[in-house]
């Protein structure tokens, strides 16, 4: 089967660290090109990852006609504009999530991909992962019975003002940051979206980003609810409770490329461990499984794993988190 040649629009971290890296081992993709506005800096990922083309410019990388997806680790608010212009290039676009700051920003990619026929997709990497692929299997066998709650928490500890996650005009603080991937793990666990949220936030008085952010969501079937934070201590969880038992996944989401994970299924035989099950699932790198899943979309003409659509259908929920925590009402999600 024919390779997607993949370019990196950005030397982030979180690209030079995590993704490439596992893009690097992806089947049927390489990653041939990266860019930087420091051509020092592009030159140097390059020589360190083994890319063989380095830019001084993002405007050269997507010029290139070897190059057929784009993935875009750059700051939240330059997303959208980053990801219209490599498609308008004519480049499939995987690009971190969050993919906008609004829904209405979001919605504009939609009229791109239409008229340029091309990929787009955001980066939740979770969604290709085996231990959330198994959980979607065991609740549509009713493993648990009628899933009827779902409860997260994730937190890190960073207080540098300097940092990009703790700036609000590039889209920084909790919610955006790692809390949608709660919202996005609430939606994936009942298939619906939540008809209405309310939320509290605390938000950091010198960096004016959400420090401490929780929020209820409700949905036809069930509950959600979670907590997030910037500043706590580095922790991280997310449980499914049913009618008849009960799965939690201890990392769902940052999981470790050399260390395998776990998913407890609990029958609710007793308050100690009695009727917790486990099952293990071996080292992957989500990174390279999310690259195997996006190129395969490519070449075989498929739906991407998550398209611009749930995108903003997750961007909504998290506006009416925005909203609510104002307010101090109940909110619901706009499209």
């Given at each position: 089967m024919k390779r997607i040649r993949w370019g990196v629009l950005s030397t982030a971290d979180i690209g030079l660290k995590k993704v490439i890296p596992g893009m690097l081992q992806a089947e049927h993709a390489s990653?041939?090109?990266?860019?930087?506005r420091d051509p020092a800096r592009a030159r140097d990922a390059a020589t360190a990852l083994g890319i063989v083309r380095a830019y001084g410019?993002?405007?050269?990388?997507?010029?290139?006609?070897?190059?057929?997806?784009?993935?875009?680790?750059?700051?939240?608010?330059?997303?959208?504009?980053?990801?219209?212009?490599?498609?308008?290039?004519?480049?499939?676009?995987?690009?971190?999530?969050?993919?906008?700051?609004?829904?209405?920003e979001a919605k504009l990619l939609l009229e791109v991909r239409e008229r340029t026929g091309v990929k787009i997709g955001e980066a939740f990497m979770v969604d290709t992962h085996p231990q959330w692929l198994r959980v979607r299997e065991l609740l549509e066998a009713r493993r648990i019975g009628e899933l009827r709650?779902?409860?997260?928490?994730?937190?890190?500890?960073?207080?540098?003002?300097?940092?990009?996650?703790?700036?609000?005009?590039?889209?920084?603080?909790?919610?955006?940051?790692?809390?949608?991937?709660?919202?996005?793990?609430?939606?994936y666990?009942?298939?619906?979206?939540?008809?209405?949220?309310v939320a509290l936030m605390e938000r950091d008085p010198r960096m004016g980003t959400d420090r401490l952010t929780s929020a209820l969501l409700d949905f036809a079937s069930g509950q959600a609810i979670f907590t997030?934070?910037?500043q706590l201590a580095p922790y991280q969880r997310i449980e499914f409770v049913g009618t008849s038992g009960r799965m939690e996944l201890p990392v769902p989401v940052n999981a470790p490329a050399d260390h395998g994970l776990i998913l407890r299924i609990d029958s609710g035989a007793g308050l100690f461990g009695e009727g917790v099950e486990e099952e293990i699932?071996?080292?992957?790198?989500?990174?390279?499984?999310?690259?195997?899943?996006?190129?395969?979309?490519?070449?075989?003409?498929?739906?991407?794993?998550?398209?611009?659509?749930?995108?903003?259908a997750n961007m909504a929920v998290m506006q009416a988190i925005f909203r609510s925590a104002e307010?101090?009402?109940w909110e619901q999600p706009e499209l």
């Open positions: 990653v041939d090109a990266i860019a930087s410019s993002y405007e050269e990388l997507l010029a290139d006609p070897e190059i057929d997806a784009i993935y875009i680790p750059l700051p939240n608010h330059l997303h959208v504009p980053w990801t219209a212009k490599a498609a308008e290039a004519g480049k499939h676009v995987l690009c971190e999530k969050p993919i906008s700051l609004t829904v209405a709650a779902v409860a997260g928490f994730f937190s890190y500890y960073n207080v540098d003002p300097a940092n990009i996650r703790n700036r609000v005009e590039t889209g920084g603080g909790a919610l955006m940051d790692i809390g949608c991937y709660m919202v996005h793990g609430a939606r666990a009942f298939r619906q979206e939540p008809t209405r949220v997030c934070s910037t699932f071996p080292v992957c790198n989500q990174y390279a499984l999310q690259c195997q899943a996006f190129s395969r979309a490519i070449l075989e003409d498929g739906p991407v794993p998550v398209p611009l659509e749930n995108a903003i307010s101090g009402q």
